[in-house]
C-alpha cells in the first residue's frame, strides 16, 4: 500500500460522545424500540454517552413523555442484546427520554417538536449538537424534509445532522431526486446515510485488515488474486415484509446496498488516511470503475432466481414465495440474484468479482472470498483468505500444508482468527457505532450522494433488464437449497466454483459422521467441494472406476441397477459412492437425481489421505458401509 496511515492517527473510542440531543421522528415505531433504544442503552452501558445527552421522541402515536418512557421500558425487556438490565443504567437513561406526538402533515406538530428540543437541549446543557435520526418510510421524506425547515430546524444553531435509513430510492432516478430533496434542506456534510452493514464488526475490520496489515498489500491485485466472491445468503423467507419485497426484490434490497458496500471496502484504493472524506472517497472512486453491464452482459452475467415450496434445515415445510401474504402470485420479482462484475481500473482489470444473495437458502451467512492464483512451485490450489463476516464472525487462510510423515504430501489446512476466540466484546446491534459517530460528526461510516448514486447506477442495467422480461423458469429453486443451478453455471463457465462455508453441524447430519472425531470432522470439511445437479443427472455410472463419494444435502437421488431397477433412494443427509472409496470397487449401481440436488463431493484420494491418521474411524465407516449394503441387498 502506498502510504499507510497509522490506526494510532485515529482517536481511540474510549471517550464519551459529545455531547448532543437525538431527536427521533417516527419514534413510535419499529426501529426504536428494535434497534435505536438497545443500541443507545449499550453506549450508557459502556459509559459511552455524556452526562449532557437526552432523546426526545416524535411520533404519529399521541403520548405523553411518561407513557413513552413506559413503553420504551417495556420493550427494552424484549429488545436489549444483553442478558440482563442494569437497572441503574437504564434509570438513567430513561430520565432522559421526551416524547410529543403529531401527525407528519401538521405544521403546528413539528413547531411543538421543535419547542421541545429547545428546552430540554437547554435544561441538558445538550444544546449545540442535534441529531435527527428519521425512522420513518421513506414515502414521508419530502413531506418531514420540509416540516423540519420550516419549524426552525435546518437553522439550528451549532452542530446538526440528520440521519435517514434504507431503502434509499428504488432506482437511479428516485435516489436522485431523493437526494435532491435532503439537498434542498441540508449540507451534505449533514446528511448521514446509514447502510447497516457498516455498522457490523467484521465489515469495519475490512478497512482495518486493509490499512494495518501490509503483508497482504502487495498481493492485493489483479496478477495475484483470481477472483473474489461475495456471499450474503439468508435462510429466512420474505416473512411479513411480502408487500415492501415484492416492489423490491434482492438487487434493490441487498446488492444496491450491502453487497457494494463490502466491494467497496474490499477493493477500493488504499486511502491516503483516515480522514472520512478521504475514505468516502476511495469508496465512491471504486464504485466508478465499476464497468457498467449492457443488455448482453445482463444476460451473460447475471441469474436470478425465486424460491419456490421447499424445506427449511429443521425440516419444516415452507410454502413458495408467490404463496406468501401480500406477494403477487404472479410474481416477476427475483428473490435471489447473482451477478459477476469487472472493475476497469489498473489494479484490478481482468479480475471477476462475483455476488451473489438470496433468500430462503440453506444457509445463513456472509462470506468474501479472497481466492488468489495458485502459483506455489509445489502445487496445490490457489490459496484464499476469507472474510467470514456473520453469523460466524472470523478471517480464515486457506492454504496447503505438509502432512505429518515421512513423505511430502499436501493437505488443504486453515488459519483462524475466530472473533468468539480473540475478543470479549458485548454483542450489539450494530446501531451503537453508528449513533456514536454520528454524534461526534464522523460521516466515515456513512453513505455520500455520490456513493449512493454511483451504486443505483451499477445495478439499474439489471433492474432494467428483469423488469422488462419476465422469468420464465420461476420458482427455479426450492426453499432451502442453494440455489438456481444457473448460479453454479456463472461460476463454473470460467472455470471457477462458488464456495460454500460449511461447518460441522451440516455433515454432523450423516451417522456416518456422529461418532467422527472432531479433527476428522475438520480436515473432511475443508476438503469438500459443492456440486449442485439438476433433477435426471447420473452422478455416478454402474461399473465407473471413479472414487469420489457424495454427500447429499438437500434433494433425493435413485440408485439403478444393471436392468434399470431401482434398488434404493437416497435422501437428505445421507452418503452414497461410499463403496468405491473405502473398499476400491467399481461403482455397483448408477445413481441419478430424482429431483434437483445440492451435493458435497469427496474425492477418493484425499479421503484416504485424511483417514490414514483415523484407523478407529476407518473402520468404522467400512463397518457402516458393509451394514448399508448389506440391508440394501436384502430389501
Ligand atoms: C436488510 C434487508 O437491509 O438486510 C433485509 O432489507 C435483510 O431483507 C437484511 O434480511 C439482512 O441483514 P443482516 O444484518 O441480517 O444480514
Same mark, same amino acid.
Given at each position: 500500500m502506498d502510504s499507510e496511515p497509522s490506526p494510532a492517527r485515529r482517536p481511540e473510542r474510549t471517550a464519551a460522545a459529545a455531547s448532543g440531543v437525538l431527536v427521533i421522528? *417516527?419514534?413510535?415505531?419499529d426501529l426504536t424500540k428494535r434497534l435505536l433504544m438497545p443500541a443507545v442503552y449499550n453506549l450508557a452501558c459502556d459509559g459511552?454517552? +455524556? @452526562?449532557a445527552f437526552a432523546i426526545v421522541g416524535m411520533g404519529r402515536e399521541p403520548m405523553t413523555t411518561a407513557e413513552f418512557r413506559n413503553q420504551q421500558r417495556a420493550e427494552i425487556g424484549r429488545?436489549?442484546? !444483553?442478558?440482563?438490565? #442494569?437497572e441503574r443504567r437504564w434509570q438513567w437513561l430513561e430520565s432522559r427520554l421526551h416524547y410529543t406526538g403529531g401527525e407528519f402533515n401538521d405544521p403546528a406538530a413539528f413547531a411543538r417538536l421543535k419547542a421541545l428540543v429547545d428546552d430540554v437541549a437547554a435544561a441538558s446543557g445538550a444544546a449545540g449538537n442535534t441529531l435527527l435520526y428519521?425512522?420513518?418510510?421513506?414515502?414521508?421524506f419530502g413531506l418531514v424534509n420540509q416540516q423540519l425547515d420550516a419549524a426552525g430546524f435546518t437553522g439550528l444553531a451549532g452542530q446538526k445532522r440528520i440521519i435517514v435509513e434504507k431503502p434509499?430510492?428504488? #432506482?437511479l432516478a428516485s435516489a436522485q431526486s431523493l437526494n435532491q430533496t435532503l439537498l434542498d434542506h441540508w449540507r451534505e456534510e449533514e446528511i448521514y446515510r446509514i #447502510?447497516?452493514?457498516?455498522?457490523k464488526e467484521t465489515v469495519q475490520n475490512l478497512l482495518a485488515f486493509r490499512l494495518a496489515n501490509g503483508m497482504f498489500a502487495p498481493l492485493w491485485d489483479a496478477r495475484h488474486i483470481d477472483h473474489i466472491q461475495i456471499s450474503a445468503t439468508e435462510t429466512v423467507g420474505v416473512e411479513t415484509r411480502g408487500g415492501y419485497y415484492d416492489k423490491t426484490g434482492v438487487v434493490r434490497d441487498m446488492l444496491q446496498n450491502h453487497l457494494l458496500q463490502m466491494l467497496a471496502y474490499v477493493c477500493? @484504493?488504499?486511502?491516503?488516511?483516515?480522514d472520512p472524506g478521504v475514505i468516502r472517497d476511495a469508496k465512491s472512486d471504486l464504485l466508478r470503475s465499476v464497468r457498467l453491464l449492457n443488455r448482453t452482459d445482463v444476460e451473460r452475467d447475471c441469474v436470478r432466481g425465486q424460491y419456490g415450496a421447499g424445506l427449511r434445515v429443521d425440516g419444516e415445510a415452507v410454502v413458495g414465495y408467490r404463496e @406468501?401474504?401480500?406477494?403477487?402470485?404472479d410474481s416477476n420479482t427475483e428473490t435471489y440474484a447473482a451477478i459477476k462484475l469487472h472493475i476497469d481500473n489498473d489494479r484490478w482489470a481482468g479480475m471477476p468479482v462475483y455476488l451473489r444473495s438470496g433468500k430462503s437458502l440453506w444457509k445463513r451467512g456472509t462470506e468474501i472470498v479472497v481466492q488468489f492464483k495458485?502459483?506455489?512451485?509445489?502445487?496445490?490450489p490457489g490459496n484464499q483468505l476469507i472474510?467470514?463476516?456473520? =453469523?460466524?464472525q472470523a478471517v480464515e487462510i486457506r492454504m496447503q500444508a505438509k502432512r505429518p510423515g515421512p513423505t511430502f504430501m499436501l493437505q488443504s489446512a486453515g488459519m483462524r482468527f475466530d472473533y468468539a476466540e480473540t475478543f470479549e466484546a458485548a454483542r450489539g446491534t450494530g446501531y451503537e457505532v453508528l449513533l456514536f459517530s454520528a454524534l461526534n460528526g464522523d460521516p466515515t461510516l456513512f453513505s455520500r450522494t455520490d456513493f449512493v448514486e454511483t451504486s443505483w447506477q451499477i445495478v439499474q442495467p439489471v433492474l432494467d433488464a428483469w423488469r422488462e422480461s419476465r422469468? *420464465? #423458469?420461476? =420458482?427455479n429453486y426450492a426453499a432451502g437449497?442453494?440455489? +438456481?443451478l444457473a448460479a453454479g453455471m456463472l461460476l463454473s463457465r470460467d472455470g471457477r466454483r462458488w464456495h460454500e462455508s460449511l461447518n460441522r453441524a451440516v455433515l454432523a447430519r450423516s451417522p456416518f459422521f456422529t461418532a467422527a472425531p472432531v479433527v476428522l470432522l475438520n480436515n473432511l470439511l475443508l476438503a469438500f467441494q459443492p456440486l449442485a445437479v439438476e433433477a435426471g443427472t447420473a452422478v455416478v455410472e454402474r461399473g465407473d472406476l471413479k472414487s469420489e463419494m457424495y454427500f447429499v444435502c438437500r434433494g433425493e437421488l435413485e440408485a439403478v441397477g444393471e436392468? *434399470? @431397477?431401482?434398488?434404493g433412494r437416497i435422501r437428505e443427509g445421507e452418503f452414497f459412492g461410499e463403496m468405491a472409496v473405502l473398499f476400491? !470397487?467399481? !461403482?455397483?449401481a448408477t445413481v441419478r437425481a430424482t429431483r434437483p440436488c445440492d451435493l458435497l463431493v469427496l474425492d477418493g484420494g484425499d479421503f484416504r489421505r485424511i483417514i490414514q491418521d483415523f484407523p478407529e474411524a476407518d473402520a468404522e465407516f467400512r463397518r457402516l458401509a458393509a451394514e448399508r449394503q448389506a440391508a440394501r441387498r436384502e430389501a
Open positions: 421522528v *417516527g419514534a413510535s415505531g459511552l454517552l +455524556p @452526562e429488545f436489549k442484546t !444483553r442478558v440482563t438490565l #442494569d428519521l425512522a420513518i418510510s421513506p414515502d414521508f434509499f430510492g428504488k #432506482d #447502510d447497516h452493514y457498516l455498522g477500493m @484504493e488504499p486511502p491516503s488516511s483516515l @406468501e401474504p401480500a406477494v403477487d402470485p495458485p502459483t506455489a512451485p509445489a502445487g496445490g472474510f467470514h463476516i456473520q =453469523p460466524f422469468a *420464465g #423458469d420461476y =420458482p437449497t442453494w440455489g +438456481p436392468a *434399470g @431397477e431401482v434398488l476400491d !470397487r467399481p !461403482r455397483s
